[in-house]
């Protein structure tokens, strides 16, 4: 069985910097493409960033592009998303999902039912 762990959530400030990492183990897990997404309450998961099995393509949500960014560690086994320019509406409990490959990355990121497996989430809480 995959199992995704995620690791690295706190508390930052308006305009500071979080790394959050997804370290992938279990059989095949290195041949998964891997996604984050971030829920806050009564509203839906949403894409925030994903990552091709190899690292070479990656999506990015609207509200995150030019601040956070996606990277992957093959040797590790471990995908980093490391978010710059924090703004409070970036408090959410962020999940690192992984799917094998059956759409586009794009598609992928932005209907996150089809993701095969799931990390227990790392709360991101940004706060003066």
């Known amino acids: 069985q995959v199992q995704l762990v995620e690791s690295g959530g706190g508390l930052a400030q308006p305009g500071g910097s979080l790394r959050l990492s997804c370290a992938a183990s279990g059989p095949n897990s290195d041949s998964l493409r891997i996604g984050w997404f971030r829920q806050v309450p009564d509203k839906e998961r949403e894409g925030v960033s994903c990552?091709?099995?190899?690292?070479?393509?990656?999506y990015y949500g609207d509200s995150v592009k030019g601040r956070f960014t996606i990277s992957r560690d093959k040797a590790k086994n471990t995908v980093y998303l490391q978010m710059n320019s924090l703004k409070p509406e970036d408090t959410a409990v962020y999940y690192c999902?992984?799917?094998?490959?059956?759409?586009?990355?794009?598609?992928?990121?932005?209907?996150?039912?089809?993701?095969?497996?799931w990390g227990k989430g790392a709360l991101v809480t940004v706060s003066s």
């Open positions: 990552i091709s099995i190899g690292g070479g393509r990656t």
């Open positions: 999902a992984a799917a094998f490959p059956s759409t586009t990355l794009e598609a992928m990121c932005e209907f996150p039912g089809g993701m095969n497996y």
